[in-house]
């Protein structure tokens, strides 16, 4: 049986198509080497770079999804609405910046006419009360601030709430989101991401919120890999 060859892209070509089933595999002996194959609900795959952390001690996949293709944004959001479609949420929340791509485009999907986008550009008329730190790992030593437009508050009494952000890693971010909605007294129903990576961000979302790592849907998962004595990648 022939094994198909590896998928070999440019930088710039990465999150620009999605490829049939099968198309990426692991370079036998090698593991993967030109980038790791997300795989979607219905077996297709994403090719996504890999990005070297701790000195090459580990890797993770990558998505920047507000680079990626109109069709692989439509694909992703398809994929993650039809997921939270059962859990019936009236109002989506995104979080910047990377999120608020994925959270329009889901909301879309899923028939709303708006969505509520979180910001972390302070406005004139904004509560520096309605506003919390907020870090993320793929901008160590940033430090930045999560807010919420106090015009929008309204849009989260008694309404069904899922947060939607691209990725979820050590869960940093969504830390900073359930903060933020806990002083409106809003308890997110669920949360969507384009890619859970690794599963880091459990036990973090667990002692929050409990239960709500168990209400978390995204178009596809990632683990964390490790270094394969032929040069390229395997799950850890």
């Known amino acids: 049986m022939t094994m198909p060859t590896p998928t070999r892209l440019a930088d710039v070509d990465f999150w620009q198509q999605i490829d049939p089933e099968g198309t990426n595999t692991a370079a036998p002996g090698q593991g ?10 219905d077996g297709r795959q994403l090719l996504l770079p890999i990005r070297e952390r701790d000195n090459g001690r580990f890797a993770l ?13 439509d694909a992703l959001a398809d994929d993650l609405a039809e997921k939270l479609r059962e859990q019936r949420p009236d109002i989506i929340v995104g979080l910047p910046t990377l999120g608020l ?15 509520l986008p979180l910001g972390t550009s302070r406005k004139f008329w904004y509560d520096d009360e309605l506003s919390v730190a907020m ?3 793929t901008s160590p030593g940033s430090q930045k601030r999560l807010y919420i437009d106090p015009r929008l508050v309204s849009l989260l009494k008694d309404r069904r709430v899922c947060v939607i952000d691209d990725v979820i ?15 409106l007294d809003v308890i997110p129903d669920c949360m969507g991401f384009a890619m ?6 459990q036990d973090a979302l667990a002692s929050a919120s409990p239960g709500l790592e168990n209400r978390v849907f995204s178009a596809f998962d990632t683990p964390r890999l490790k270094p394969c004595a032929a040069g390229g990648w395997l799950p850890e």
């Open 32 to 41: 993967f080497v030109h980038g790791y194959p997300a795989t979607l609900a």
């Open 61 to 73: 996949a990558s998505l920047i999804i507000n680079q990626a293709s109109f069709d692989v944004v």
């Open 101 to 115: 791509t994925l959270a329009e485009a889901t909301a879309r999907k899923l028939g709303h006419s708006r969505y």
């Open 135 to 137: 870090t993320s790992i």
């Open 169 to 183: 890693s050590t869960g940093s971010s969504i830390m900073a989101a359930l903060s933020l909605l806990a002083r």
């Open 196 to 201: 859970c990576q690794s599963t880091l961000w």
